[in-house]
């Protein structure tokens, strides 16, 4: 248990939740675990132990989320150790969600939630970044980033639209906006080519001289080869 890392807790709760019928992404908006269902959004914050840091990232996301969940390892002696009681009374005086994950020797993981969170006696303070995790959560079209991991790529939904885009140009060559699109890429290709936040891609006027023409530069390319294996 001491080698358990925050990222080996993501794979049990999302199943567990997928399991309940949620949409579930990981690290969306400093989230480490966001779920989808019907509207309602729940958030999981992950960390290896019961710590006062993760009360403080829950009590944050209470602000945009319908349901806050803690989610840890079980302790060493089990539902023995001496601070379960404690963790449980806190959980519920704060509102928030409260899992164990545990290992059986075999290895396989077992989810169990001993507190689910109220609904929240105060609404909701900020929903504009509320809006902005669920739009983030929806735009991504699979759950390639794994909750709880540090120092690690990530795959925004930004930059999955870009890499797409990049992935047409490499692949059928310089092309309008348009011609883009009609190969599948996303609906805001025209945003991502025209404002190039990421400094991806090239342009040139088209024969006629009054549309460009797009290609994708080594930056780009590069960026493919790296989150080919997310993609």
Known sequence: MEKL????????VKEYLENLG???????????VTALR?????????KRGFTLELIYQAVDRQR??????????LPKRGYMSPHIQDMKSLCRRLELGLIFVGFTSKGYPQVDVVVHPKEASVPRK?????LAVIREHESRTGSA??????????LTAYKEQALRVTR??????PMRVDDVKKLGGPENTGVILGRNALGWFDREPDANG??????????????LREYEDLL
């Open 210 to 223: 009054s549309r460009y023409l797009y290609r994708p530069n080594a930056k780009a390319l590069e960026a």
């Open 5 to 12: 890392l925050e990222s080996d807790l993501y794979g049990p």
């Open 22 to 32: 949620y949409a579930v992404k990981g690290e969306v908006k400093d989230c480490d």
């Open 126 to 130: 900020d929903k504009k970044r509320r």
């Open 168 to 173: 047409l140009l490499r692949d059928n060559g």
């Open 38 to 46: 019907d509207g309602e959004l729940i958030v999981v914050e992950l």
């Open 64 to 73: 945009i989320a319908d349901g806050v969940y803690v989610a840890v390892p």
């Open 145 to 154: 980033n794994t909750g709880g991991v540090s120092r690690k790529k990530i």
